[in-house]
């Protein structure tokens, strides 16, 4: 099977969900998730069963990689994010209905729900698709794709005002790294001549690069990656739109979106680290995005007290691990064979989105019997849910990167690049994030923990839906998995 | 040809000051109609018809009366903040200057631009506008880009449809 | 065999999460990992120098451009005798539970975070590779962060627990990047320690001097920081004094000694010349553990912080041994991390029972314990005198050959090592006036009018305290009962060191 | 039975005693005691056969063992200096035993006393046949654990809780110079074995550092003997039972130190500084704690100031070099048996007055306990050195050691001590035996039985007959009394303290004699020239106050730097970078703006 | 006198009129106003595109690959004009107002 069939069949997916919710009465419309989850998990199923082709005439593969693992490798993420994500908005559609429920007689009470479950699904396509895009002009589509399915999602909540207000900071800034980004492409294209990656990548290589022009182009490109992977300081959209979107979509941003925004990001950095002209101040800008992410990702977070906007400069610190990792490019003429920080920033963001997808699965469905986010509404979890405690407890764990989960393997392995690399600033700053966030995250385990719930709540057992449930027992033994064996994770890569 | 140009770009860029300096959204609103007017000549002077045509309808055309008919509907005002924000505009104008000084350092030592506008090769017979060859491009080369914006667009107007559902008086 | 002992607890604190009775499960397995170790010492073979036995070793992860990763377990006589040492406490710790008040409710918790203490105590002390010597240790930090949360005595608990937890998390981060970057200076093909010194032994291959340096100065201050090395140590003495018991126990018992065990195992057969180059500040650092935590030591009003301070002050004397860097040094330091262990249990064990028979722990308030509970009395006495370091116990012998070891091929001259130990030599006075204070206060003298007049322990009760009490009086005797795996497995260490 | 054997059953039982007491027998304290008392007998007579046997070698037991690096054995070294001493030990600890089992009869922690007079014994067993010096620091650390547990026998007494804890810690000072001192001796000699240490001494090259080691074993001397300036715990020792002050306090872990300086005296002998610095630190506090004892009213601390005073002789002799050594070991063994005698007596004195000590509040008991007095009299008799006693040839020897080797100071001290000595003797005793009775207590005091009395007689006979040859010698070969000797050698040394020992009883007699209170009153000797509230003074300022402060830093600067302000200021600076957040998408797209151009700038610069 | 037309020309202006977007987007006060400039950079950076590939002849003819690059980016800024007024006018159903400045319910 043709690897962009995967596309053709998660887009297919969205369009029989949206006629389903259409044409089909249904009771209950989470039904429609269950569509989408099922053909989700055969289209993962799927992913390991594509062929590459045997010939890259067509001018399709202009536009497409071809043999390429990690490509398949991210859109194995985008997919498994949004099964979670479905899972999570069928737990969810409560508050969907809620916020979005037509105020007319007659209508479905759930009219509204189907829409809520088909985006993602066409948010995924457009990630699946930026896992493979190497033209700018497909890059810039997918991206967009994703962009503006993003945009609606997040604004989703029509009634909320907080919905909202996420949605027109995302939108504003949102259309301003588009700016950026087009006109980065723009410059980009216009000292290449060429809009095909391999072909920029062999204009840079080349001899008579203009190298002020090709700076600036990439800083105009980098500012707007940045941007979608929350490198500070273009991270102020971040704590914001978390907070205001949705549960599921802040994950599905979290995850999805910063997942894409690498993968896009390791893409278009190439051509410009092949350039020996280029790659030290290329090193050097990603170095100080690093740098300014990784404190203020993590010293933000410490005084954090709703919990998703915690999650949120979690998702910046993580960022600034990442981009860490990518400032430790070893140049072409270090000899010996390493783990390349492509191969790292995959593995971190595998780790990344089983654990804060564990995470967001925990909070969902405390959210739904809990109102707000806040970190007191986890007093005394612990012994209220204690599953629902231990599920979130492996997930800070594995997000504060203590040993034996996959979480800390990705800071292993970044550190490793760092020390590799003699990036001894880089490092010390990552120390000091990465020890910023054993405070962070253990203060939900101490707010579930070491807090006793106030005796008059309600303290009865949180229930748990069965796909949730599922769902958490199968992320927890991945993140344990992946913490014991990095290489079932990194070994997708090859 | 020069003269034309500083014509065309003067329009472009007083629309543009127009759009940023107009209290009133409607006015900014036809100054940016003015600016994509200019901006659409500055096209065409690149010898790009269709791009410039382009920038027309669906710019000046399709989206400019798109916002203009939002404005009328939500019955914008003029901005009732009365003080001048001078700090702001400060700030903004030193951003926007630094911007344009840091380009002109740019321009000025990458020396991409010193090439001057070469002439085009004669082309002859059918086929040969931009639009044909635009349009061939579009439809044998790109139409993978062209599927992918289909599913946008798609996603677009979904979006719109639930966010303008009615609402609750 | 120490794959069983190693996941025994870590099973046992599955199979308590996933509902078996609690208290049994976590007896059943300490006291089994315990029997096995035994098993182990005794079918070890003393006489095989520097190489690891009841090896075994599965490849992990086997990747490129990483080097191989393996789940590999193994013993010589240092890690033997810690191990010994950690199943020992473990038993104990969780024989002395039921005296804990704080655990009704949530004792599924309790052994459930104890097991995990005490199983990644003893995953470290076997692995043979690196990296899980890491991760083993690892473990115990959210089950120590959980424990004293909950369960801690005092107003302060939480951020106590706070306190420890951050620092040492920070702790371990330096390390690992230390670790790394040894690793990495190595290029090593595999994590395996064996093949890491190896490496590091062969000159051509061996890492520089300067880079040396710095290499041990993250080993020193991470490891230092889980030992509560000067000036690294203000988490210990408020963790131990508000953990439960059992914690503290397990913590400054076996825990800590993590950190000694890695200079002893990774920092000084892979970096000697960096811990040459720095020994001077080490030997003002141990200065600082030995004499300035002693003095504080004696300033503190009640037990609990006290013996917190004083275990901060003995990792001193560890400290010096390793700074004597041969053998006999060594492997005092070895023998004294076996005897500090015991011992600070035991008074942890005890000062845990008396808080919950008199409620407190304060010098002030309590007196004369010794006139109500005289079998209290004497376990105490014989545990003060322990830890003081008289002889008859196994800190004295351990002590002895720290100070002869510092002492060992000098000439007719001091050095700066000797001078160092003959100031630290000053605090066995040290220990010896906080230690009797201490019995004074609590235990001699007339009985405060307020105290409560709680039953003496019972023959169970006393149980796991006659079991500390008799091994370190045991070793005391005769420490060659630890000494001969000890000394071929220092041996071997310092022949592959000078090779 | 072997040499092997006997060695090892002499240093063995009274340990497996003291633990058989503590771990079983502690609920039947009657049977413990004569377990305890029985060990005692078994051990003496093994001593006798030691003693008398041919020698031989006992095996060593490797305790520490290294290799070629270092080995501690558990090891005998059998000569004639450790049997003999053994002899005295095992013989003053028998009676001492038999003593206590009247003494003790009554008390609820008899069990727990013999277990602990066993265990004492073990630990001086274990220095006396120490073949080297880590193992005598053993056993020399476990004399401070038994006299700790012996003096704080009576535990719920402040004062003997305190007195306990004051002897222990004094006794660890000491141990830290000892401890120095074997690990220079170590670096200098390359063995801790007294053999070979003795062997090696001759080719050691840095004197300086040996005379700084012998110093520092000399430390240990100065606290296991009380001398100056370690002296202080030894009066308050006396707060434990009276047959323990005899046993240990007079007799036996007081002399260790004497020992232990014999046993190396061929160290001392290799240095001269330090060996001066031995006799005058012997001889000064033989002097200073003879004044000390001039003013005392209690009868156990007279006694103890007079243990420190004739330690001082002893040590004193440790030092002024050839011959001085024997004649010291020669005074620490009349000295054991007639200060054991003088303290049991006074215990008997005590038992029988319903436990007062105060010898103002005694008198008259010559009437009533007249063997008590009788054999009380014979020791001080010993004590004050008149002729013909044990104590008169063992102190004859000293101060003729120092004459002949020239120590001025030493000497003219010695003389000093042989005025003072008489005189706080005939003071005691005609305070408490003479006159009439001044208190009920004394009054009702009556003769104590025979259990008691009968190690009074035997220590009597001994305090008169002990330095004769037939008794010492098989003892001691070269420290014996004889008329000849006498006669050879008389000269100024025996008119001076001769007259010493006239003048001072007379002196005590017209003073005392008839009096109800002390009729001269020196505030400085009474009050022991202010030194352990000199002490006191520098623990609380050196030490606690010094572990206040530091315990203030620990909490108030150390916690704060490295802990809370790290903390801190990330807290503060995520506070502060919070800031930033304002909420509104203008600043965030001003900050974009700004970021871009610096990344620009950055770049194209 | 009569300079010729040079690249310069156009990119310059193009930056120009990006940054005079930019500045729009800061200072306006009004969501519709600041969405509008959005778009003007959108544009001013479709100059430069279009600038460069009329300057990058191929075979003699403008590369028009840029143009179509130019064409997709003229089609998803209608499709996110429409989302984007879309959710101001929610916003503005919800909240009453497209004032910038009134929307900052979340931070720090």
């Known amino acids: 099977m043709p690897v962009y069939f995967l596309e053709i069949i998660v887009v297919s997916l969205g369009i029989i969900m949206l006629l389903v919710d259409a044409f089909v009465k249904l009771e209950d419309k989470r039904s429609i998730a269950w569509i989408g989850m099922l053909g989700l998990v055969v289209t993962f199923g799927l992913l390991f069963r594509v062929q590459w082709p045997e010939s890259t005439e067509s001018p399709f593969w202009n536009f497409y990689t071809t043999g390429d693992q990690m490509a398949l490798y991210f859109k194995g993420i985008a997919i498994l994010t949004t099964l979670v994500v479905l899972i999570m908005a069928s737990d969810y559609s409560r508050i969907v209905v809620d916020q979005t429920a037509p105020p007319e007689k007659g209508a479905h009470p759930q009219s509204g729900l189907g829409e809520f479950f088909a985006l993602p699904m066409f948010a995924c396509a457009g990630l699946m698709l930026m896992a493979s895009a190497n033209h700018l002009v497909s890059i810039f589509v997918a991206l967009e794709t994703v962009t503006i399915a993003f945009y609606v999602m997040v604004a989703y909540l029509r009634r909320n005002v907080g919905s909202l207000e996420a949605g027109v900071k995302y939108l504003i800034l949102g259309a301003l790294s588009t700016g950026f980004l087009v006109y980065g492409f723009a410059w980009l294209y216009g000292m290449t001549g060429s809009m095909q990656l391999e072909e920029i990548k062999t204009a840079l290589s080349g001899d008579n690069v203009n190298v002020i022009g090709s700076l600036f182009a990439f800083s105009l490109i980098l500012v707007a990656l940045a941007f979608k992977v929350g490198g500070a300081p273009f991270h102020f959209w971040i704590p914001d739109v978390y907070q205001g979107a949705p549960t599921p979509i802040t994950a599905f941003l979290s995850v999805g979106s910063k997942a894409a925004g690498f993968i896009v990001l390791l893409r278009l950095i190439d051509p410009f680290l092949s350039s020996s002209e280029l790659v030290g101040k290329i090193i050097l800008a990603v170095t100080v995005i690093a740098v300014l992410t990784l404190i203020v990702g993590n010293l933000s977070a410490l005084p954090q007290q709703n919990f998703k906007r915690l999650l949120a400069y979690s998702s910046v610190a993580h960022a600034g691990f990442l981009l860490m990792a990518l400032a430790c490019t070893p140049t072409a003429s270090q000899a010996g064979e390493f783990l390349s920080p492509a191969k790292v920033i995959a593995f971190y963001l595998g780790a990344y989105l089983l654990m804060t997808l564990l995470a967001f699965l925990v909070m969902t469905t405390v959210r739904v019997q809990i109102p707000g986010e806040d970190l007191t509404s986890y007093k005394g979890l612990a012994k209220r849910s204690p599953f629902l405690a231990f599920a979130m407890i492996i997930s800070m764990a594995s997000l504060a990167g203590i040993p034996l989960t996959a979480g800390f393997f990705g800071k292993f392995f970044v550190f490793q690049l760092a020390v590799q690399q003699q990036q001894w600033f880089l490092l010390t700053v990552g120390l000091v994030g990465a020890g910023a966030g054993f405070y962070y995250y253990l203060k939900i385990a101490a707010s579930m923990f070491l807090s006793e719930q106030d005796p008059k709540d309600d303290i009865s057992a949180i229930p748990v839906g069965t796909l949730s449930r599922i769902a958490m027992i199968v992320l927890i033994a991945l993140i344990l998995i992946g913490g014991l064996n990095p290489a079932l994770i990194i070994g997708l890569l090859s | 040809m020069t003269f034309l140009f500083y014509i065309f770009a003067a329009l472009a860029l007083v629309g543009g000051i127009g759009v940023v300096v107009n209290r009133n959204p409607v006015s900014a609103a036809f100054a940016m109609i003015v600016s994509f007017l200019g901006l659409a000549a500055l096209f065409i002077q690149l010898d790009a018809y269709l791009v410039g045509v382009l920038q027309i309808l669906v710019y000046a055309g399709a989206i400019m009366v798109l916002f203009i008919f939002i404005i009328m509907l939500l019955d914008v005002r003029v901005e009732e903040n009365r003080r001048f924000p001078f700090f702001g505009a400060l700030c903004t104008g030193g951003v926007a200057a630094a911007f344009a000084a840091l380009l002109l350092v740019v321009l000025n030592r990458s020396e991409v631009g010193a090439a001057t506008l070469p002439a085009l090769a004669a082309t002859e017979g059918p086929g040969s506008s931009d639009v044909h060859r635009i349009g061939e491009l579009l439809f044998s080369q790109y139409w993978f880009p062209i599927q992918v914006v289909g599913i946008l667009l798609l996603v677009a107007t979904i979006g719109v449809v639930v966010l303008s559902k009615k609402e609750l008086k | 065999m120490l794959e069983i002992i190693v996941f025994l607890p870590l099973i046992a604190a599955l199979a308590i999460g996933l509902g078996a009775p609690a208290r049994f499960s976590a007896l059943g397995a300490s006291i089994i990992t315990l029997i096995l170790s035994l098993v182990v010492a005794v079918q070890f073979n003393p006489n095989v120098e520097g190489s690891y036995q009841f090896e075994s070793s599965r490849t992990f992860m086997d990747m490129v451009g990483f080097p191989t990763l393996s789940l590999a377990f193994g013993i010589d006589g240092i890690s033997l005798v810690l191990l010994l040492l950690a199943t020992l406490v473990m038993v104990a710790a969780v024989l002395v539970s039921p005296q804990e008040n704080e655990i009704k409710g949530s004792s599924k918790l309790y052994y459930l975070s104890l097991l995990l203490i005490g199983g990644g105590a003893i995953g470290a002390f076997t692995s043979t590779d690196l990296f899980f010597l890491y991760a083993f240790h690892e473990l115990a930090l959210i089950p120590t962060f959980l424990m004293i949360g909950i369960f801690g005595h005092g107003e302060n608990r939480v951020r106590t627990a706070w306190t420890i937890t951050i620092y040492l998390g920070v702790g371990s981060l330096i390390l690992l990047v230390g670790l790394i970057m040894a690793v990495f200076a190595l290029g090593s093909a595999t994590f395996a320690i064996a093949d890491l010194i190896a490496t590091a032994k062969n000159p051509e291959t061996g890492i520089a001097a300067s880079q040396q340096t710095w290499i041990f100065a993250f080993l020193l201050v991470g490891f230092g920081i889980l030992v509560s090395l000067f000036p690294f140590h203000s988490w210990a003495a408020p963790a131990y004094a508000e953990a439960p018991a059992p914690v503290a126990m397990l913590h400054a018992g076996v825990l800590k000694k993590f950190g000694l065990y890695g200079l002893i195992r990774i920092a000084m057969p892979i970096v000697p010349e960096g811990m040459a180059a720095l020994l001077n500040v080490l030997l003002v650092l141990l200065l600082g553990n030995i004499i300035y935590i002693g003095l504080v030591t004696i300033a503190q009003k009640k037990l609990d912080r006290m013996l917190g301070y004083s275990s901060v002050m003995h990792m001193g004397y560890v400290f010096l041994g390793l700074a004597a860097f041969n053998q006999l040094g060594v492997s005092g330091a070895v023998l004294l991390m076996f005897a500090h262990g015991v011992s600070i249990a035991l008074l942890f064990a005890l000062c845990g029972w008396i808080r919950k028979n008199y409620g407190t722990v304060s010098f002030e308030e309590l007196g004369g314990i010794a006139s109500q509970l005289p079998k209290l009395g004497l376990l105490f006495a014989f545990a003060a005198f322990a830890s003081a370091g008289l002889p008859g116990f196994a800190n004295f012998a351990a002590e002895v050959s720290v100070f002869f070891g510092a002492f060992q091929d000098t000439g007719e001259s001091l050095g700066w090592l000797q001078w160092t130990t003959i100031i630290a030599l000053w605090g066995v006075v040290i220990s010896a006036v906080y230690m009797l204070r201490a019995f004074r206060n609590l235990f001699l003298g007339t009985p405060e009018k307020k105290m409560a007049t709680p039953a003496d322990m019972t023959m169970t009760a006393r149980l796991p305290y006659f079991l500390l009490l008799a091994t370190l009086i045991a070793v005391g005797f005769v420490p060659e009962i630890l000494n001969q795996f000890i000394r071929p497995a220092v041996e071997g260490l310092f022949l592959v060191t000078a090779g | 039975m072997d040499v092997n054997t006997t060695a090892w059953t002499v240093l063995l039982l009274p340990l497996i005693v003291a633990a058989l007491i503590i771990f079983g027998l502690k609920r039947s304290p009657g049977l413990s005691a004569l377990v305890s008392t029985g060990s005692v007998l078994i051990t003496f007579i093994l001593c006798m056969i030691l003693a008398g046997g041919e020698g031989g070698e006992a095996k060593a037991f490797p305790w520490i063992d290294m290799g070629d690096l270092f080995r501690v054995e558990i090891g005998f070294q059998l000569d004639e200096l450790s049997r003999g001493m053994m002899l005295i030990v095992t013989s003053i600890g028998l009676l001492v035993h038999i003593f206590s089992l009247a003494y003790m009869k009554d008390d609820k922690g008899k069990a727990r006393y013999f277990a602990g007079l066993s265990l004492f014994m073990f630990s001086m067993t274990g220095i006396v046949l120490a073949n080297n010096f880590v193992m005598m620091f053993i056993f020399w650390e476990l004399v401070g654990v038994s006299s700790y547990i012996l003096i704080g026998h009576w535990f719920h007494k402040e004062s003997a809780a305190d007195a306990a804890k004051k002897a222990f810690l004094t006794n660890k000072i000491g141990d830290f110079g000892f401890m120095i001192g074997i690990l220079l001796v170590w670096v200098l000699t390359g063995s801790i074995y007294f053999e070979e240490i003795k062997e090696a001494v001759g080719g050691v090259t840095n004197l300086a550092l040996l005379n700084i080691a012998v110093l520092c074993v000399f430390c240990g001397a100065i606290g296991k003997s009380a001398q100056l300036p370690l002296h202080v715990w030894l009066p308050d020792a006396m707060e434990g039972p009276t047959p323990v002050s005899a046993l240990i306090h007079a007799a036996t872990m007081v002399a260790a130190g004497v020992f232990m300086l014999a046993r190396v005296v061929f160290l001392i002998e290799a240095t001269e500084m330090a060996a001066q610095v031995i006799s005058y630190i012997g001889a000064a506090t033989a002097v200073v704690a003879a004044l000390m004892a001039l003013q005392q009213n209690d009868i156990k601390r007279i006694l103890a100031y007079s243990t420190l005073s004739q330690l001082g002789y002893m040590i004193m002799a440790q030092g002024i070099g050839h011959g001085g050594s024997d004649a010291g070991m020669f005074h620490l063994y009349t000295h054991a048996f007639f200060k054991a005698l003088l303290f049991l007596g006074s215990g008997a004195v005590i038992y029988a007055c319903h436990h007062e000590q105060d010898i103002w509040k005694m008198g008259g008991l010559r009437r009533k306990m007249p063997i008590t007095f009788a054999t009380f009299a014979l020791g001080t008799a010993a004590l004050i050195a008149v002729p013909f006693t044990s104590g008169f040839w063992s102190k004859e020897m000293i101060l003729e050691a120092a004459y002949h080797e020239g120590a001025m100071f030493p000497y003219v001290c010695g003389i000093i001590v042989a005025f003072l000595t008489p005189f706080y003797m005939t003071r005691l005793v005609i305070v408490a035996f003479f006159g009439k009775n001044r208190t009920k207590d004394a009054d009702h005091a009556k003769e104590v039985g025979p259990l008691m009395w009968a190690p009074l007689a035997i220590l009597a006979v001994m305090a008169v007959f002990s330095a004769y040859k037939p008794v010492s010698g098989p003892l001691l070969a070269t420290g014996y009394g004889s008329l000849s000797h006498l006669v050879e050698h008389f000269g100024l040394t025996a008119i001076l303290s001769l007259t010493g020992l006239a003048v001072g009883v007379a002196a005590a007699i017209f003073l005392y004699k008839g009096r109800d209170k002390d009729p001269i009153h020196i505030p400085l000797f009474a009050n022991r020239f202010y030194i352990d509230e000199f002490y006191n003074a520098l623990v609380r300022i050196f030490q606690d106050a010094v572990a206040a402060i530091l315990d203030i830093v620990d909490r108030f600067v150390i916690d704060p730097f490295v802990v809370r302000f790290p903390a801190l200021a990330a807290m503060g600076a995520g506070s502060f970078l919070r800031i930033f957040q304002l909420g509104n998408v203008q600043s965030y797209a001003f900050f974009y703006g700004i970021a871009v151009i610096a990344l620009i700038l950055l770049l194209i610069l | ?108």
């Open chain 5, 1 to 108: 006198m009569e300079t010729a037309l040079t690249l310069n020309h156009f990119l310059f202006v193009s930056g120009v009129l990006f940054a005079i977007g930019l500045a729009g987007v800061l200072v306006r006060r009004n969501l519709i106003i600041i969405f509008m400039c959005l778009e003007l950079m959108l544009a001013a950076a479709n100059l430069t595109l279009v600038a460069f590939s009329r300057f990058n002849l191929k075979e003699g003819q403008p590369d028009y690959e840029g143009h179509v690059l130019l064409f997709f980016i003229i089609t998803v800024a209608a499709a996110e004009v429409a989302v984007g007024l879309a959710i101001i006018v929610a916003l503005f159903r919800s909240k009453g107002t497209t004032d910038v400045t009134k929307v900052d319910s979340m931070k720090y």
